[in-house]
């Protein structure tokens, strides 16, 4: 299994990013795709989830109205569109993948993309 995550980049503040992250080496029809995010010296946190079979959305409250996860089946793709991004939204941001129903906790989902870094300016 590979989910390889890419689109990071450096964007000023009230920018936007789309990071995708790409599946690989089995079916995810049952899966929940979510996206998490580390900055230096604070613990992964969740941002955003998605259940592969019935696109049921899950948010974090401090992105909520800002970003939009989905997915797109026939690429086996999940994406995270990053709106009026904010200095304290700079971080690793990793893709995540687990079978069953949603959950929150990072350490819940069994496969993990490599990471890419988002990087916002004041």
């Known amino acids: 299994v590979q989910l390889q995550a890419s689109g990071g980049g450096l964007v000023q503040a009230g920018g936007s990013l789309r990071l995708s992250c790409a599946l690989s080496?089995?079916?995810?029809?049952?899966?929940?795709m979510g996206w998490f995010r580390q900055a230096p010296g604070l613990e992964r946190e969740f941002v955003a989830a998605?259940?592969?079979?019935?696109?049921?959305?899950y948010y974090a409250d401090s992105v909520k109205g800002r970003f939009t996860i989905s997915r797109d089946n026939a690429k086996n793709t999940v994406y995270l569109q990053m709106n009026s991004l904010k200095p304290e939204d700079t971080a690793v941001y990793y893709c995540?993948?687990?079978?069953?129903?949603?959950?929150?906790?990072?350490?819940?989902?069994?496969?993990w993309g490599q990471g890419t870094l988002v990087t916002v300016s004041s």
């Open positions: 080496g089995r079916p995810f029809s049952s899966a929940i």
């Open positions: 995540a993948a687990r079978d069953g129903s949603y959950w929150s906790r990072s350490s819940r989902y069994d496969y």
């Open positions: 998605i259940s592969w079979s019935d696109a049921r959305i």
